[in-house]
């Protein structure tokens, strides 16, 4: 079984493409949904976010997400220490849930952050998907109901997309021009 990772810059339209994989019967590993579902039920993970924020960083015993947030966008170190502790998690629970899989031809795994973390290697193989900036900047916005300025922050933290289209084995162009499905089929039909 071939291990595939997806990324892109946020608002490139990663889920987008992966829900097309979904429907050609594709697992799919969806690390932002993991990696909340984990910090709030890993009881390991748990106690790492209570020792690095406090008491606070639960609320009725789940993530207590705007503190959490207010706190890493306005300190690096902290949103450093964050993801030092969530990254590794996901990690983890990726294996095991690849592990897990049988009788498929490949399995993806989607994530914001692949070549940031320098993970790559864990794939056989790295899928882009790409849009020009502006249209990124607008889905994002209309999506998250978020000022341009929070948008070109989140934006600035990731690898500039014309990097990741470099290192990329495959690119996946979501500009709302060229067709979505024939792109991913023929990606899907070279895995089979």
């Known amino acids: 079984m071939l291990k595939i990772g997806v990324t892109g810059g946020i608002g490139s339209g990663k889920s987008l ?8 019967g594709i697992p799919v590993y969806n690390s932002d949904k993991r990696a909340k579902w984990l910090m709030n039920n890993d009881p390991e993970l748990k106690a790492q976010l ?4 406090g008491p606070e960083a639960f609320k009725e015993g789940q993530l207590n997400r705007p503190f959490i947030a207010d706190i ?5 170190e902290m949103l450093k220490k964050l993801n030092g502790l969530v990254h590794p998690a996901v990690a983890v629970d990726t ?3 690849f592990d897990e899989l049988s009788l498929v031809p490949f399995a993806i795994k989607e994530a914001a952050l692949i070549y940031e973390i320098g993970m790559q290697d864990a794939f056989d193989k790295v899928i882009v998907v790409a849009a020009p900036e502006q249209i990124r900047l607008d889905r994002v916005m209309s999506r998250d109901k978020a000022e341009e300025s929070e948008v070109r922050s989140r934006m600035a933290k990731q690898l500039p997309e014309a ?5 990329a084995d495959y690119v996946i162009v979501n500009d709302g021009i060229e067709a979505l499905i024939p792109q991913v089929y023929k990606i899907y039909l070279e895995f089979q």
């Open 95 to 97: 294996l095991k849930w």
């Open 72 to 76: 890493v966008f306005s300190q690096a």
């Open 17 to 24: 493409v992966c829900k097309i994989f979904e429907t050609l």
């Open 163 to 167: 990097e990741k289209v470099a290192l």
């Open 50 to 53: 209570i020792e690095l924020f």
